[in-house]
């Protein structure tokens, strides 16, 4: 540990391994937490708002911490460093699932410290889950030649870290890679985020999406397969989308609103989830974004994670991959865990649309419906219809009220008769009214 790698920590701040504490109060929970799941690290002399807060390392608190790992059930291996008066207790993951502390059985999702319900300690005992794909270390990859600086510089910024922490220092403390022997190895979600080509590596990490022509998947308009890295994949995947759906309009105090065929927000959740919760286990199938006339779906192999159950969806949270959900909340692609669904839910009502319809068989499957009629109920004058030259119409006499369609039709570069035809369509909506005679009169703008 030196100033510099502190640093960056304390700038990622709380996550799946990393716990500040400022005193040994609690720790039981987070030692026990940290062995249930993928091991880490609790830094005693730092508050939750990421202060330094410092104080007296003696032996008396480093027995404490000691015997508080060793009270746990059954005890836990730790051990302890100091750097200035920040005293760090490092917790590897346990081999003899689950552990206890007194308050009870515990387990790390995201940067909490959980109570474990019934059916998670029952398979921690059983053995279910302790091989999770996001953790394990991937013996195809080639730190020097498979890994890509520029997306981690990417990640960093998103995370809004600015620390200049060494690679190497960053990439262990995000917790996707180790040194051994002085050379760098990854875990699989390193090489989903940072690896140059992840599908090189792990071949069934790749997002397809397509769009169909009418209601079933027979005619294909249009299809890409994307296998960058999972952030680009997330957001190329919500580029087709917003291409290949259609597009509506809101005119209000002469500002066009584009509005979507489908809330962003929720196909963006659905998405993230999607690549974030999916079995990567499962070789033979990917996530898949399918669109219809009639509706979006988006699906992922391995239906729902070991301890949860469909009437749970949107107020529990169980991450089947919990680096990879850890790294997409540092950067604010995911919120608090278990919310998901409950975000989509909420965007669909929001514009008056059918709540999102949910299949779990094999895969997860989330569907979504838009208007029977695009541009219906979005507002009252609102439509397809409103073109492009008719909104600059709009603009230009709102600027100048008494400006002649000859006028306009210099400024547009449309035809005088074409203008006066888009006036007339407007004065029908009832967004556009004559005050006054033709010469002398001027243009109003309604809302």
């Not at 190895?185 to 997002?207: D, H, S």
């Not at 959900?325 to 998901?340: F, P, Q, S, W």
């Not at 556009?432 to 001027?442: A, E, F, S």
């Amino acid at each position: 540990m030196n100033k510099r790698e502190l640093d960056f920590i304390l700038q990622e701040g709380e996550g799946l391994k990393i716990e500040f504490k400022e005193g040994p109060n609690g720790i039981d929970k987070d030692i026990a937490a940290f062995a249930n799941a993928e091991g880490g690290r609790v830094f005693l002399g730092v508050s939750d708002d990421k202060i330094v807060k410092g104080g007296k390392i003696d032996n008396r608190l480093k027995s404490q911490a000691q015997d508080i790992a060793n009270n746990c059930d059954p005890s836990v291996k730790i051990k302890i460093a100091q750097f200035g008066g920040i005293l760090i207790v490092y917790v590897d993951e346990g081999q003899d699932k689950p552990y206890k502390c007194k308050e009870g059985f515990f387990m790390r999702i995201g940067p909490n410290s959980q109570k474990m319900s019934r059916d998670e300690i029952i398979d921690a005992a059983m053995g279910n889950g302790r091989i999770k794909f996001d953790g394990q270390i991937n013996s195809e990859f080639d730190f020097k030649k498979d890994f890509s600086i520029v997306k981690l510089d990417e990640f960093v910024k998103k995370a809004g870290i600015t620390s200049f922490a060494k690679k190497e220092d960053m990439l262990i403390n995000l917790g996707v890679a180790f040194s051994k022997n002085k050379k760098i190895r990854f875990n699989n979600t390193g090489v989903l985020f940072f690896a140059k080509e992840p599908c090189n590596i792990i071949r069934q990490a790749y997002v397809t999406c397509i769009r169909f022509q009418g209601t079933e998947n027979a005619n294909i308009i249009d299809r890409i397969d994307l296998k960058e890295d999972i952030i680009s994949n997330i957001e190329n995947a919500i580029k087709f989308v917003k291409r290949s759906t259609k597009l509506s309009y809101e005119i209000k105090e002469l500002k066009r609103k584009e509005i979507p065929e489908y809330p962003v927000e929720a196909i963006r959740e659905s998405i993230t989830n999607a690549v974030m919760h999916r079995d990567y286990f499962e070789k033979g199938a990917n996530v898949f974004v399918s669109i219809f006339d009639d509706r979006l779906e988006v699906y992922n192999p391995g239906g729902l994670p070991k301890g949860l159950n469909i009437k749970e969806l949107g107020k529990k949270g169980v991450r089947r991959n919990p680096l990879i959900a850890d790294l997409l909340h540092r950067i604010n692609y995911v919120e608090k865990a278990g919310t998901g669904i409950l975000r989509m839910r909420n965007a669909m009502k929001e514009r008056g649309l059918k709540e999102p319809q949910i299949d779990i068989t094999g895969f997860f499957t989330i569907t979504f419906y838009p208007y029977e009629k695009v541009g219906e109920k979005v507002g009252e004058k609102v439509g397809e219809k409103i073109s492009s030259n008719q909104q600059k119409i709009l603009e230009i006499i709102s600027a100048e009220p008494s400006v002649s369609a000859k006028g306009i039709s210099g400024k547009l570069g449309i035809s005088p008769r074409k203008v006066e035809e888009n006036i007339s369509k407007l004065k029908d909506r009832g967004l556009l009214k004559r005050i006054g005679p033709d010469k002398g009169g001027y243009w109003k703008v309604l809302r």
